[in-house]
């Protein structure tokens, strides 16, 4: 089934014209190498559906959907599809779309969901979270000048969370690095999501970094 995206515009999106649709109309930035991705960038992923549920019954919910969970909080799990779920407490579960679908199958995860009397909860994530990616061998340096929080490899691994403040916003941070180049996720307040990224672009400069387009994480996909 086809789930044609809400018309949806990322608040990063005004600063720049070279947004495209891509796989079901989705809007995203365009352009980018790989070498772009593992060297030093900065993506918006923004417009990827995402969605949250919480409840004493969302781990039975999600595992009958076919997803792995993480067995403790603060970690996450890379599914055979290519989305994520990450688990932010004993029983809040966040689901990040895919690039092989641009998140469609995250998509209908949400608008499959219905009320019932079952303890799971659904919190749509789409309206109030942003969603950067930083890439590159550089993320924990670049991180460093921004957090408190020790993000080197040696003390977050791939596959953890660090829900911190970055730049004195309140973020999630997770550690997606695959073969690709190491990666970090960053989840904010929508409405915090431009200033982060002005943030981020300055703190890239140092090491030569750019915003790009997300075909270079395609070329993976």
Not at 181 to 208: G, H, M, Q
Request: aromatic share 8%; proline share 3%.
């Amino acid at each position: 089934m086809s789930i044609l995206p809400q018309a949806e515009r990322s608040p990063i999106q005004k600063t720049c014209a070279a947004y495209q649709s891509y796989g079901t109309g989705r809007m995203f930035l365009a352009g980018a190498e790989s070498r772009h991705i593992q060297e030093c960038a900065l993506v918006d992923l923004t417009n990827m559906p995402r969605v949250g549920f919480r409840g004493t019954d969302s781990a039975s919910y999600l595992t009958a959907a076919g997803f792995t969970l993480p067995d403790a909080p603060n970690k996450l799990c890379h599914q055979a599809n290519g989305s994520i779920v990450a688990r932010l407490s004993a029983t809040e579960y966040l689901v990040l779309g895919a690039m092989q679908d641009f998140g469609e199958s995250v998509a209908a995860l949400e608008l499959d969901w219905e009320l019932s009397d079952r303890a799971n909860y659904l919190l749509p994530r789409q309206d109030s979270h942003a969603w950067i990616q930083l890439t590159g061998q550089s993320v924990a340096f670049i991180m460093a000048k921004l957090c408190a929080v020790d993000l080197s490899a040696e003390a977050f691994a791939a596959g953890q969370i660090a829900q911190t403040s970055v730049a004195r916003i309140n973020t999630v941070v997770m550690n997606v690095s695959d073969a690709q180049a190491p990666k970090f996720n960053l989840l904010c307040d929508r409405a915090s999501a431009l200033y982060l990224w002005n943030v981020l672009l300055d703190a890239i400069a140092e090491f030569d970094g750019q915003a790009v387009g997300i075909d270079g994480l395609l070329s993976i996909a």
